[in-house]
């Protein structure tokens, strides 16, 4: 089960994911991505501290978004991934291709830089 809350700060869209990304949850990652891109945020900056695990189906809603951030240039950043859940990202070659950062604030830092 998960929980996923939206809090906007400093023209960025901070998601906080809460519990598991699995098949079914992985819907709800996509809706939220989506309405942030769709009300035009700059910025969106994923909270991972409270994500206990991620499935593939989550996995492939992060990439499915890595193109249409580009062209939007809209930066996407990850910060405060457990081990357990930073390994998946590593193993699937997926740390490569986001931004992933430790904490918060180097998260909203590397946003920033990479939105000039």
Not at 8 to 25: L, M, Y
Not at 46 to 58: L, Q
Request: proline residues 1%; contains cysteine; hydrophobic residues 45%.
């Amino acid at each position: 089960m998960v929980h996923i809350k939206r809090l906007q700060e400093d023209s960025a869209d901070i998601i906080s994911i809460i519990g598991e990304i699995d098949a079914s949850s992985s819907i709800e990652l996509d809706l939220t991505i989506a309405k942030s891109l769709g009300e035009g945020f700059k910025k969106i900056i994923v909270d991972c501290s409270a994500m206990e695990y991620i499935s593939s189906a989550g996995l492939g809603v992060f990439m499915s978004y890595i193109e249409e951030m580009k062209d939007k240039n809209v930066p996407l950043v990850l910060f405060g991934m457990k081990e357990k859940v930073a390994n998946t990202f590593s193993i699937l070659g997926l740390a490569d291709l986001l931004q992933i950062c430790k904490t918060k604030q180097e998260a909203k830092k590397l946003a920033d830089d990479l939105s000039v």
